[in-house]
């Protein structure tokens, strides 16, 4: 399979602890995208790279919020001290560079704090 | 009041219908537009995307847009059970690279 995928496909967590999630681009996509997704909405952005340049953050994407793209390859995507408002689909997307409209998104990491 | 706008539904029709679904938007600069398919607890899935207006034709799937009116439709012919999903339409400025999503129209294909 040559789609982007993520790890975990679900984290429960209790209130306070930290959390870290993994994405996996199509291989040859140089930019790759975060988004969290809340029950009966649309995904919303919170911040893209290209390839390790972390590039834009959303408002949405508070200080408890770090990601990262060491080798412009995978990413990974933590939250410090977790609150139940973070509780959340995350999916991590990919794209090439001049084709930000073609974003294929993984199948995402639902998190659940409790 | 948000940028992008769509009818949360749910939409219930049987099969073999033409579904229509629609999304309207307010930012003029918008200049792609994308419609996802969302099974439960799934990951998007891109389904068809349009550069600025007219229709776009995909197998049973037909992209419409109309500036205009800053309105946006995906129609589904011969609809089947297994189009059974969430149906998202999302909105891009040119340059930009954040996708913005409408709220997601549930479908229910009745057999």
């Known amino acids: 399979d040559t789609g982007v995928s993520q790890d975990p496909r679900h984290k429960i967590t209790k209130r306070g602890q930290n959390v870290t999630f993994r994405c996996d681009p199509i291989s040859e996509h140089n930019r790759l995208y975060w988004y969290r997704q809340t029950l009966g909405q649309g995904p919303e952005f919170l911040t893209y790279f290209q390839n390790e340049a972390q590039l834009e953050k959303s408002r949405l994407l508070s200080d408890r919020f770090s990601a990262e793209r060491p080798k412009g390859s995978f990413s990974t995507l933590e939250i410090q001290r977790t609150e139940q408002g973070d509780s959340a689909m995350y999916l991590c997307?990919?794209?090439?560079?001049?084709?930000?409209?073609?974003?294929?998104f993984g199948p995402g990491t639902r998190l659940t704090v409790t | 009041q948000k940028e992008v706008e769509q009818d949360p539904g749910p939409l219930s029709v049987p099969e073999g219908a033409i579904v229509s679904l629609n999304c309207t938007y307010s930012?003029?600069?918008?200049?792609?537009f994308m419609w996802y398919r969302q099974y439960s607890r799934k990951g998007p899935e891109l389904l068809m995307y349009?550069?600025?207006?007219g229709n776009k034709e995909d197998g049973r799937f037909t992209a419409q847009v109309d500036k205009s009116s800053k309105y946006i439709s995906l129609f589904i012919r011969d609809s089947q059970p297994s189009d059974s999903a969430t149906y998202l339409c999302a909105m891009l400025i040119q340059g930009a690279q954040k996708l913005v999503f409408g709220q997601g129209t549930r479908l229910t294909i009745n057999p």
């Open positions: 930012n003029s600069a918008f200049q792609y």
């Open positions: 349009t550069y600025s207006s």
């Open positions: 997307a990919s794209s090439l560079t001049a084709r930000s409209y073609e974003q294929y």
